[in-house]
């Protein structure tokens, strides 16, 4: 499975992905995705691994930096020359790339979404929304029935300190607690692209591009996680669940 095509925001059922020399297809615009860590490909590379592309911040490299950086021909980063043309993508305020958008959609939060085959090896879930300015939290959950496979719970505020705790409720008992993160993603205001892709051991986490965390099973029945739901301090505009080749 390779896993850079998590990222991509164009992977469906409607892509040629048996067609002899099939590359990842593109982010909005035609552009290409990063990889997750260590996935090879012609894309941009994770931290510290050698390649032609964009590199990670303070990395020497002939083609834009991480945040900010110039072209040195061909830079595909948004803001820089020769960047997404998609006029319906707009420059997004604050540190970091622009998050490509979907078409605003009428979505409520708490918002509940019911997954009739539960989750599976190569399913993706996208989820495009802001945070609310004052925002203290916001929650994204995996459940079956009264148990919970999976529980994302970013907090803005919690003893002066940004954290993102991970955990499952199972037989109405939390499980260890997973805190640790070398980076805080989300800000106030500002919008955000989420992806949660299921593999038969674990959910990965991508925001706004980059990797963020793995999370191991611990409900292993996947079939039987069928309800997404988001929950507090963010408006939606999208949420989408699809098959990655």
């Given at each position: 499975m390779d896993l850079s095509d998590a990222l991509d925001g164009q992977a469906n059922n409607q892509t040629n992905?048996?067609?002899?020399?099939?590359?990842?297809?593109?982010?909005?615009?035609?552009?290409?995705?990063?990889?997750?860590?260590?996935?090879p490909g012609p894309n941009p590379t994770w931290p510290g691994q050698p390649g032609p592309n964009p590199t990670w911040p303070g990395q020497p490299g002939p083609n834009p930096t991480w945040p900010g950086g110039q072209s040195g021909g061909g830079g595909m980063w948004p803001g820089g020359p020769g960047g997404w043309q998609n006029p319906s993508v707009g420059p997004g305020p604050g540190p970091g790339p622009t998050v490509p958008t979907s078409p605003q959609q009428s979505l409520s939060v708490p918002f509940n979404?019911?997954?009739?085959?539960?989750?599976?090896?190569?399913?993706?879930?996208?989820?495009?929304?802001?945070?609310?300015?004052?925002?203290?939290?916001?929650?994204?959950?995996?459940?079956?029935?009264?148990?919970?496979a999976f529980h994302f719970n970013a907090r803005f505020n919690e003893r002066s300190k940004k954290v993102i705790v991970r955990n499952s409720l199972i037989a109405k008992k939390w499980g260890k607690e997973e805190r640790d993160l070398e980076h805080f993603p989300f800000i106030q205001g500002q919008p955000f692209?989420?992806?949660?892709?299921?593999?038969?051991?674990?959910?990965?986490?991508a925001v706004n591009k980059s990797h963020l965390l793995e999370f191991k099973?611990?409900?292993?029945?996947?079939?039987?996680?069928?309800?997404?739901?988001i929950?507090?301090?963010?408006?939606?505009?999208?949420v989408n669940m699809e098959n990655i080749p």
């Open positions: 992905s048996g067609a002899p020399g099939f590359t990842n297809p593109a982010w909005p615009g035609g552009q290409q995705a990063p990889t997750w860590p260590g996935q979404q019911k997954l009739p085959n539960g989750v599976y090896d190569k399913m993706l879930i996208t989820i495009v929304g802001t945070v609310k300015p004052n925002a203290e939290r916001f929650t994204v959950e995996l459940a079956a029935k009264s148990d919970l692209e989420m992806k949660i892709l299921c593999t038969n051991k674990e959910f990965k986490v099973h611990r409900i292993t029945n996947l079939s039987s996680v069928d309800t997404l739901s929950f507090f301090d963010l408006t939606l505009s999208s």
